[in-house]
C-alpha cells in the first residue's frame, strides 16, 4: 500500500501495486503533483490505450512484459527493464504483446 503523504516513508514494490485482470488495463495513481505524475499500469495481453498526445513529456519504464508501444507512427518493441521516453505533442499508442506492467512518470513542467 502507498503510505500516505504525512506518513513515514517506506520501501514499496511497484509490481505489487497494480494487479492483472483478465481483458483489461488496470491503473493506479501512486503521485500527483503540479509538476508531474506516476502511474502504474496492468494490461492483460492484446489490452492497449489508443492513440492520444499529450502536452509533456512521459517516460515509461516496462515492469514486466512486453509492450508495442507506438510514437508518430512508428512502432517500437520495449520489454522488461526497458524505459522509452515519448516526446510531448507526438500522437503515441501502448499495446501489449505479453501481458506487462508498466509506470508511467508524466512531467508537466
Do not use: C, W
Not at 41 to 49: I, T
Amino acid at each position: 500500500m502507498v503510505p500516505a503523504a504525512n506518513q513515514s516513508p517506506e520501501p514499496i514494490k511497484f509490481l505489487d501495486l497494480v494487479d492483472y485482470q483478465t481483458g483489461a488495463v488496470v491503473s493506479r495513481q501512486v503521485l500527483k503533483k503540479s509538476a508531474g505524475s506516476v502511474t502504474l499500469f496492468a494490461f492483460d495481453e492484446g489490452q492497449g490505450l489508443s492513440e492520444h498526445s499529450t502536452p509533456y513529456d512521459a517516460l515509461v519504464n516496462v515492469l514486466d512484459g512486453e509492450m508495442e508501444i507506438t510514437i508518430a507512427g512508428k512502432p517500437m518493441t520495449v520489454k522488461t527493464g526497458e524505459m522509452l521516453i515519448m516526446p510531448a505533442g507526438q500522437a503515441h499508442a501502448l499495446k501489449a504483446i505479453t501481458r506487462s506492467k508498466l509506470v508511467l512518470v508524466m512531467i508537466r513542467t
